[in-house]
């Protein structure tokens, strides 16, 4: 049975009405929860929306507006409107209540809200949003098309005990297990907020990918990190015709989180007052 810290199953979110109880339900029971979309569906949530502006706040407000192409609009606007959502399911208040800001490197954040932290990763159509109230976290998606080449890349994201154990799969197998480890190593430094920064040489991934290891295969975790992969269509979860691949890195820092994660008790006085003061507004 699925533990605290372990990696909960992505949640299909068809469009802004949920089931966003679910996201609630997740964090208190494992810690975490990740919430996937197809952008497409919430489009017209995007297009009607006069409250787009208030919702998305200045930043993100001045970087859609900056965007020419419709279809990469639509999908930033998406993608924060999924994480808003997410958060605010968590914390319990309104999605405008819910303030994103960015790290030096670009890593989204909750502002006023240090004890969740979040991550954003989208191809296509598929937009992916992880929470995690127990440490940090990293997802990354990839579409199970690619087409990644032993010979092509090993030396630059595989460890020694990675490519001893490639070496001896088939091409199928092969190119199958290195688009896994691909987005476990996405996920994980996105968590460890280095990206690409950091080489995929330096740690890698047993059988399975729910090992951190070594270059040498030793164990690199001892339980404090949790890993997952799956494989979702756009339509409702795992399918056997998969199209995408999702993996997450989730960490447990071992310090119990806060269980109760309502406004009330997660966020700082300061942002408490706004978001009080906002309630107000609106409902005057």
Known sequence: ??????????????????????????????????????????????????????????????????????????????????????????????????????????????????QIDVSLSHTLDLVVVGLNRLGRIGVDTELTRRRLRYSEVHRQMCTAAERRRLARLPESAQEAELLRTWTLKEAYTKALGQGMRMGFTQFGFGPGGRELQTPDGDAASYGEWSFGTFGLDLTGGPAPDDHYLVSIACQDTGHGGAEDTSVGSMLDEGFLGQVVDLLGRQEG
């Open 1 to 114: 049975m699925a533990e605290r810290g372990s990696v909960a199953p992505p949640i299909l979110m068809a469009s802004p009405d949920g089931p966003w109880l679910r996201v609630r339900e997740s964090v208190a029971f494992f810690g975490n929860a990740v919430v996937y979309a197809n952008w497409q569906q919430w489009r017209s949530a995007v297009a009607s929306g006069p409250e787009l502006r208030s919702l998305l706040g200045n930043h993100d407000w001045q970087r859609f507006s900056a965007l020419d192409k419709p279809e990469v609009r639509y999908r930033f606007a998406v993608s924060r409107m999924l994480m808003r959502h997410a958060a605010s399911a968590a914390l319990q208040v309104l999605p405008e209540a819910v303030e994103l800001a960015y790290k030096p490197g670009g890593r989204p954040y909750l502002r006023g809200c240090d």
